[in-house]
C-alpha cells in the first residue's frame, strides 16, 4: 500500500504526561506542503474479555465513566502495565474485576479506539470455559464495580437502551452474535 498522505512529524510539543495519558501536540507537513497541528494522546494499550459462562451468560460489569457523567455495562477491560503481556493482563483484569478466571484464552482481534486522535491499541480475548474463583482478587483502589451476567439478548437489550454504550463491548456483543451464538441465545 503506497502511503501518499504520509505526515512528517516537524515538531513534538508535550502537554501533559498522566497515570494513564500523555498528551502532545506534533506540528507536521501535510502532503501538499502545508503545516498543520496534530493533538495526540498516547496510551499505553488495553484489554477486553469476553467471557461466556456454561450457562451462556456474558460476564460483565457495571461501572461509573466520569467523562460521560454516568455507569456503563461493558465487559471487563483494563489497561496494559508496562512490559506486561496482553494475555496476562486479560487474566488479571477478569480476575480482579469479575471474580472470574479462565484457563485459555483465544484472542479474538484487536483495534484501534480512536485513531484520529489516540494511540490506543485494544486487544480483546474470549474466556474459554471461564469459572468463579473461590476468593476474592484484589483490584484498583480507585475502581468500584458491579458484577452482571447477561444473556446476549439482554446485552442487546441494554445496548437499546445505551447502558452498554462503548465500542469494545459492542465488537464483542457482535462477535459472540456471529460465532457463538449465530442461532440466537
Same mark, same amino acid.
Given at each position: 500500500? $503506497?502511503?501518499?498522505? /504520509?505526515?512528517?512529524?516537524? *515538531?513534538?510539543? +508535550? @502537554?501533559?504526561? %498522566? !497515570? ?41 460489569? $457495571?461501572?461509573?465513566? /466520569?467523562?460521560?457523567?454516568? *455507569?456503563?455495562? +461493558? @465487559?471487563?477491560? %483494563? !489497561? ?106
Amino acid at each position: 500500500m $503506497k502511503e501518499d498522505f /504520509k505526515e512528517n512529524t516537524i *515538531s513534538t510539543e +508535550e @502537554i501533559y504526561k %498522566g !497515570k494513564i495519558i500523555d498528551v502532545k501536540v506534533d506540528t507536521v507537513q501535510l502532503p501538499d506542503g502545508n503545516q498543520s497541528k496534530r493533538e495526540i494522546v498516547n496510551h499505553p494499550g488495553a484489554v477486553a474479555v469476553l467471557a461466556v459462562t456454561g450457562e451462556d451468560k456474558i460476564v460483565m460489569v $457495571k461501572q461509573y465513566r /466520569k467523562p460521560l457523567e454516568k *455507569s456503563l455495562l +461493558e @465487559i471487563p477491560a %483494563g !489497561k496494559l502495565e508496562k512490559g506486561e503481556d496482553p494475555e496476562r493482563t486479560a487474566i488479571r483484569e477478569l480476575e480482579e474485576e469479575t471474580g472470574y478466571s479462565s484457563g485459555s484464552l483465544k484472542l479474538i482481534n484487536s483495534f484501534y479506539t480512536s485513531p484520529g486522535f489516540a494511540d490506543e491499541l485494544v486487544y480483546l480475548y474470549l474466556a474459554e470455559d471461564p469459572w468463579k474463583l473461590s476468593d476474592n482478587v484484589a483490584g484498583d483502589d480507585d475502581e468500584f464495580v458491579t458484577v452482571e451476567e447477561l444473556t446476549l439478548e439482554e446485552a442487546f437489550r441494554q445496548e437499546e437502551k445505551e447502558i452498554i454504550h462503548d465500542a469494545k463491548t459492542s465488537y464483542a456483543l457482535l462477535y459472540a452474535r456471529l460465532f457463538l451464538f449465530p442461532g440466537g441465545d
